[in-house]
């Protein structure tokens, strides 16, 4: 059984696979004061809610934009007897990287192209929706070419909660259902979600222009599913896409 991690800065998300399927998802909050231990508890627990055991898994593929947290998972590896813990780093996942500075851009991202480009083998731009919006541009032959880095959808949410006196935390499950909000709540989510799905409507336009050839748009990330119905764009919505990435680069690899 293989473990692939994805880190991020406000949650962690983890795939069980046995060889490349996938047999159990499952996220965990990315807390940086958690021990080890506590971290090994956490997860047998969740294993066993599925009928798997921390025991069962022979190797941890980690991909991580929280280096304290990689750290953690390293040690709780070494402590439980997982035979092999693999670190997931830019450059060496495989695919090349146009950017001026390639050490600056994060696993995740890179993972996602290279998962991306496996599944479709053509232009894409990938439009990732977690702890940041990040839109990752993939050439025809495969190559990362850079992208965007916008705020969070759940992050600029959080922002009205805290820095407007009157304004209430809202949930963000469900699309408005017109454009008009008729009150403070309907209104907030007029502006948030149709906000970024124009966000990324109008990303998406430029970005296509800068191509050789038409790209495919796909979308993962907690809100791809809802940004797809509120977008013109989005073709596609993979989730598990970055877990995908480790894999496939573990295979590789092997």
């Not at 990315?30 to 898994?57: H, Y």
């Not at 500075?101 to 083998?121: F, M, S």
């Not at 990362?144 to 809202?170: D, W």
């Not at 906000?195 to 796909?218: C, Q």
């Amino acid at each position: 059984m293989i473990l692939a991690v994805d880190i991020g800065n406000t949650n962690t998300t983890c795939g069980l696979f046995e060889g490349q399927r996938l047999c159990h998802r499952f996220r965990i909050f990315s807390n940086l004061r958690q021990t080890p231990d506590e971290l090994a508890l956490r997860l047998n627990g969740i294993l066993q809610l599925k009928d798997f055991s921390l025991a069962e898994v022979k190797t941890i593929l980690i991909g991580s934009v929280v280096p304290p947290l990689t750290k953690t998972w390293q040690e709780m590896a070494s402590l439980y007897g997982i035979k092999e813990t693999f670190v997931v780093s830019p450059e060496k996942i495989g695919i090349p990287i146009k950017l001026r500075y390639p050490c600056e851009v994060g696993a995740d991202r890179v993972l996602n192209a290279l998962a991306g480009w496996e599944k479709y083998r053509q232009s894409l731009i990938i439009v990732d929706y977690g702890t940041a919006t990040t839109f990752d541009c993939v050439s025809h032959e495969g190559a990362y070419l850079g992208g965007a880095i916008a705020p969070g959808i759940l992050a600029a949410a959080e922002t009205l909660f805290h820095k407007t006196s009157l304004l209430p935390r809202m949930e963000l499950s469900r699309p408005p259902e017109e454009a008009i909000g008729k009150d403070t709540i309907s209104a907030m989510k007029s502006g948030v979600l149709l906000g970024f799905a124009a966000l990324t409507d109008g990303l998406v336009a430029r970005m296509s222009k800068e191509f050789e050839k038409k790209p495919k748009i796909i979308a993962t990330g907690g809100l791809a599913r809802i940004m797809k119905e509120m977008t013109t764009c989005i073709e596609e919505v993979e989730p598990n896409l970055t877990l995908e990435g480790l894999i496939i680069w573990f295979t590789k690899k092997a």
